[in-house]
């Protein structure tokens, strides 16, 4: 178009004006997918707590730490509002954490199918294979996570070695962009058995590997108030911590609120700074083309018209630099997700919404930027201009 | 028939809180359609400001006295907006100045067609009328050229065929042969003469050169932000005015 020759004029001055803007929207798109991705792990965890009660041992959290014992089980589900309880086991993949991992480490997850009753109503698809049922207890098999899956290689009907035991794959979740994509889902027996090695000699002689348990789920009643039975929970047993949906949100909410508001706040500053850029190159432009204005509002080009002009040329600007920053934040996230795929670590999820935003918001801020430049140069007197040196 | 009359035209500049400048002092003048009229004078004689205000550049004061009238083929056109000005010059108007008149960023052709633009002309029509013009200043085959590739006297040329596009009422040229030497001059100057004479357009000149002056019809020379001499029809000129004291020294500070 015509305009870009406009900006051919300076070419330098032009490329490293869209730089500043394509830095700008890259660092958002990057950021961006980031918070995506911690949004939707959190969503998952928030919609999956929310209608449970998850009890872990002192000291522990969601299941990681310290032994229960599957008869406290029953003890919970004595309490008034409780309807079922699932005991389960939950221990780490692998215990050197190397890398970086965001969200949940990979885990082992154990429990006896079915335990629920139908209760859980957080939806597991199946990519491929089947799902456990309560006749797999006593044998080592196991449903792995999306991202597990692929960092394993693995495929329905191989093995794979968790934690030194050969484990047959009978089935691969669909990605769910939250926790269960990096866990392995195997029965209750193996889980035990995994967890009892883990425990010093000393301890696990005096444990039951059959009664134990690191958390225990807690589906309520229909209409029974899950912070009551937590409550109630602390009363009457001891060494347990219950977890609410509300706590969740409180405590994972609460942390990845700022982490997301911290991430979208540098991306945002630094465009503010690749706007200031637009300014002032679009200031310094038309300073440049002041005969040229004169001349156009001379033979007869309107105030607007210039106007027009000017923010055109400068949401030019903000739209060739987003789409380049959006393409440079495209590699990167592309790249990173690759890079973590070895570790099942998927970082940034660049969803079409981010993607657009990043680039309209480019343009109009090319746009607003230009604003001052173009009024200023549309209240410009023809006859000084024309004679401006 | 007059096609641009003006009376009691004022027009003091405010330079800054204590420099104004008064560059019209009061100027009655009268072009006829078809009238090839230069405007000459000193530095400060007020030229011109006076072509500004009749290009509708700039709105004549509004003076304590007697009221500016400007008519342009019978309008009043004294005391509009800018926006009601611009859109004149658009439309009925045609400029060429001294230089820097082209935009460097466009070929010749959409050079001459940002008046077309301007003016409303849009799309094909717009582009016919813009070859057109160029072929009338003989410069259609230049029409991709941009003005770096084009020499002073073709700009100045590209120029003529931008102010004809629109095909305008009047032409204003300030200082057309300014920055061109006396062949190019010549040529420019040939070329306002055939539009002038061939198909009838009006064209007013500002210019330092007397040459210029003497292939007009008549010129109007001005001093101190007035109009000394109205210039006569070319057969009677030079010797009435050379007779007064006033136009001796008009005539001296132009040569």
Redesign the interface.
């Known amino acids: 178009m015509r305009l870009v020759r406009d900006l051919g004029r300076r070419k330098l001055r032009s490329t490293l004006t869209i730089t500043g803007i394509m830095i700008g929207i890259m660092a958002l798109v990057v950021f961006g997918s980031m918070a995506n991705k911690i949004d939707a792990l959190v969503k998952g965890g928030s919609t999956y707590y929310k209608d449970k009660v998850v009890v872990s041992a002192k000291g522990g959290y969601m299941g990681l730490g310290g032994v229960l014992s599957t008869k406290m089980a029953d003890q919970v589900a004595a309490l008034g509002g409780v309807d079922v309880v699932v005991p389960g086991v939950e221990l780490l993949l692998s215990d050197d954490q190397s890398g970086v991992s965001m969200g949940t480490p990979p885990m082992i997850n154990g429990s006896v199918a079915g335990a629920d009753k139908g209760r859980e109503t957080f939806q597991l698809n199946y990519a491929t294979g089947r799902a456990l049922t309560a006749q797999d207890e006593g044998r080592n098999v196991v449903v792995l996570g999306s991202d597990l899956a692929r960092q394993f290689n693995a495929r329905v009907g191989e093995t794979v070695t968790l934690r030194g035991v050969k484990f047959n794959v009978v089935g691969i979740l669909e990605p769910t962009l939250t926790a269960p994509d990096n866990s392995a889902m195997v029965p209750m027996a193996a889980a035990q058995q995994l967890f009892i090695k883990t425990l010093p000699a000393l301890v696990a002689d005096k444990l039951d590997a059959g009664e134990i348990a690191t958390s225990l789920v807690v589906y309520p009643k229909p209409g029974a108030d899950t912070q009551k039975i937590a409550v109630e929970i602390n009363a009457s047993i001891s060494g347990v911590t219950p977890m609410t949906g509300a706590d969740f949100d409180q405590e994972i909410g609460a942390a990845t609120s700022m982490l997301n508001a911290i991430l979208i706040g540098i991306g945002l500053i630094s465009l503010l700074v690749g706007g200031l850029s637009v300014i002032n190159t679009m200031a310094m432009s038309v300073a440049e083309r002041t005969r040229e204005i004169g001349i156009k509002r001379a033979i007869g080009a309107s105030r607007w018209r210039i106007r027009r002009e000017i923010v055109i040329e400068s949401a030019l600007i903000g739209l060739i630099g987003g789409l380049l920053g959006l393409g440079l934040g495209f590699v990167i996230t592309t790249l990173g997700n690759d890079a973590g795929r070895d570790s099942a670590t998927i970082l940034f999820d660049l969803t079409l919404g981010t993607a657009f935003s990043s680039v309209a918001f480019a343009t109009i801020l090319g746009a607003t930027a230009g604003f001052i430049p173009a009024w200023h140069a549309s209240r410009m007197d023809p006859v000084t201009a024309l004679r401006y040196e | 028939m007059a096609i641009l009359e003006g009376r009691n035209l004022c027009k003091t500049y405010r330079l800054s809180r204590r420099n104004t400048v008064e560059a019209l002092k009061g100027v009655e003048i009268s072009i006829d359609q078809g009238e090839m009229v230069a405007i000459m004078g000193p530095s400060g004689s007020g030229k011109s400001t006076l072509m ?1 205000i009749l ?1 509708l ?2 709105a004549p004061d509004p003076n304590h006295g007697p009221a500016p009238e400007l008519r342009l083929a019978g309008e009043d056109v004294a005391a509009l907006s ?2 009601a000005r ?2 004149i ?3 009925r ?3 060429v ?1 001294q230089d ?7 070929t010749a052709l ?1 050079n001459v067609q ?2 077309c633009d ?2 409303g002309i849009k799309g094909k029509q717009a582009r016919q009328a813009g070859l057109e013009a160029l072929s009338l200043v003989g410069l259609e085959d230049r029409a991709g050229h941009k003005p770096a590739e084009l020499s002073g006297g073709e700009q100045q040329r590209v120029a003529i065929a ?2 004809l596009v629109n095909k305008p009422e009047i032409i204003l040229a300030d200082e057309p042969t300014g920055n061109l030497d006396s062949d190019r001059s010549a040529e420019v100057l040939a070329l306002l003469r055939e539009f002038n004479r061939e198909h009838g357009q009006t064209i007013v000149l500002v210019t330092h050169d007397a040459e210029v002056g003497e292939a007009c019809d008549r010129v109007i020379r001005m001093r101190d932000g007035r109009i000394r001499d109205h210039g006569q029809p070319a057969t009677a000129a030079a010797v009435p005015v050379m007779a007064t004291a006033a136009g001796a020294m008009a005539v001296a500070a132009t040569a």
């Open positions: 500004h290009g550049l700039h800018d926006n611009t859109k010059r658009a439309r108007m045609g400029f100045f820097f008149n082209l935009v460097p960023t466009l959409e940002l008046a301007y003016a931008r102010a």
